[in-house]
């Protein structure tokens, strides 16, 4: 894809998971690399395996620490064409009157709150150089709803919301914001989540399984490479009039197979 040596990106979450595979795939690009992650050892064994990726850890719900990071990481790359927003967790899984007010809480701080916290600081010097990508990562959760997963749904959808608003905002200055939301992503937090919803809705792991894929066209979860490549698109020149949008990469989900 043209456009991506070169660019300077920053990424939440980025010691992990989906979050790792964006870095390391934008890395393969030609593009400079700074990432950050609550979790130590994930960071530890990013920045060993990638030692020209700038990695640390930080709360996405700290302010003080997203800052700290955001100063860091611009002096390093010398600037920024790209923040993704990928700090996410899915929370309770419970019925609506068995929910902890806590779980609610941290989820939609751990997800909306570290996606605002990264576009507030993102926002001024995409605007000063008059270009930018924001990219923010939902869920087909924030499309459909998603029986006892009431934070997590909420969460996702208040993403796709600041994305439409985002978008609108910043897109006199050039400025582009999208919001990726993966189907069933294969891997360890969803063997998490889908443990936690097996035993919220009283079911077994498999029968919690076979509702993820029973329920998308293509009867397939994704994988990590599937949704970094769609960040690539984005950030590439191909899709540098593509803003605004909710984009799922999920093999088409038709509901939630509940």
Known sequence: MDGLQGKRV???AGAAGIGRVMAESFKAKGARVAVCDVDETAC???A???PDILTRVVNVTDQGQVDGFFDEALDA???LDVAAANAGIGGPAAPVEDMPLDGWKETLAVNLDGAFLVARRAAPVFKAQKSGLLLLTSSTSGLF???????YAAAKWGIIGLTKTWAMELGPYNIRVNALCPGAVEGPRMDRVVANEAKARGVSEDEVRRSYVQCVSMKTWVTAQDIANMALFLAS???NKVSGQAMA???HTESNGD
């Open 237 to 239: 020149d191909m899709g």
């Open 44 to 46: 530890a064994a990013m």
């Open 10 to 12: 920053l990424i939440t």
């Open 249 to 251: 990469v999920d093999g």
């Open 77 to 79: 790359l010398g600037g």
């Open 145 to 151: 709803g998603h029986p006892f997963r009431s934070p």
């Open 48 to 50: 060993a395996a990638n």
